[in-house]
T-cell receptor, first 111, second 112 residues
C-alpha cells in the first residue's frame, strides 16, 4: 500500500504555478520523497526527489516540511503539456525497496 | 537514443498463447524491473532484477518469468495467457537497486 495521500485531482491555469501537495505522515528517517508523473499512455517520468532539504531542478521544485510529514511539488509555470497524473512516493533507497505507486493526483492545466 | 525501450508497443493475442515482451536500456544501468498497470491504472511492481538477485512480487503468477540475456536486457515471458493478464506492462531500469528508476514507454497487452 502507498504510504502517501494526495488529492485525486487539481486544476491549474496555464502559465500559473501548480502546487501539488502530498501527505506522508508515517515517513521514516531514511525514506526519500520521490515525484513521478504519467502523461496519458506514456511511461512514468521521474521529476524530482529529496530527503530533507528543498530541491530544485529544471522541471520542478520540491518543498519538504521540517517535520517531513508533508511535501509540495511546484511546477513554476504550468503548460498544457504538464497535464498528467502526478505520483508522490516515499521509499528507502535500497535494492528491493520498490516504488509503490498510489492513485496520484490528476493535474489538469487549463488554457 | 531512447533510454529504455520496449517492443512491441501493442500486443493482441488469444488466451492460452505464450508471448514475450522485450526491454532494452542503453543507460548502463545494472538493475531492471517490470511493472504492471491494470485497468484501474494502479502501477505495481512485478520483478526487480540485477546480475545477482531476482526479487519476485509474491502476487505474480509463475506463468510470468523474466529472462535477462545480458545487463542491458530484461525480457518478460508469459505462458498460458489469461484474460486477466490484459494490462500495460512497463519496464524500468536504475543505476543500482537503490536509485531513481527510469521507465520505458509501455507495452499494451490485450488477451482475447
Amino acid at each position: 500500500d502507498a504510504k502517501t495521500t494526495q488529492p485525486p485531482s487539481m486544476d491549474c491555469a496555464e502559465g500559473r504555478a501548480a502546487n501539488l501537495p502530498c501527505n506522508h505522515s508515517t515517513i521514516s528517517g531514511n525514506e526519500y520523497v520521490y515525484w513521478y508523473r504519467q502523461i496519458h499512455s506514456q511511461g512514468p517520468q521521474y521529476i524530482i526527489h529529496g530527503l530533507k532539504n528543498n530541491e530544485t531542478n529544471e522541471m520542478a521544485s520540491l518543498i519538504i516540511t521540517e517535520d517531513r510529514k508533508s511535501s509540495t511539488l511546484i511546477l513554476p509555470h504550468a503548460t498544457l503539456r504538464d497535464t498528467a497524473v502526478y505520483y508522490c512516493i516515499v521509499r528507502v533507497n535500497n535494492y528491493g525497496q520498490n516504488f509503490v505507486f498510489g492513485p496520484g493526483t490528476r493535474l489538469s492545466v487549463l488554457p | 537514443d531512447t533510454a529504455v525501450s520496449q517492443t512491441p508497443k501493442y500486443l493482441v493475442t488469444q488466451m492460452g498463447n505464450d508471448k514475450s515482451i522485450k526491454c532494452e536500456q542503453n543507460l548502463g544501468h545494472d538493475t531492471m524491473y517490470w511493472y504492471k498497470q491494470d485497468s484501474k491504472k494502479f502501477l505495481k511492481i512485478m520483478f526487480s532484477y540485477n546480475n545477482k538477485e531476482l526479487i519476485i512480487n509474491e502476487t505474480v503468477p509463475n506463468r510470468f518469468s523474466p529472462k535477462s540475456p545480458d545487463k542491458a536486457h530484461l525480457n518478460l515471458h508469459i505462458n498460458s495467457l489469461e484474460l486477466g493478464d490484459s494490462a500495460v506492462y512497463f519496464c524500468a531500469s536504475s543505476q543500482d537497486g537503490g536509485s531513481t528508476q527510469y521507465f520505458g514507454p509501455g507495452t499494451r497487452l490485450t488477451v482475447l
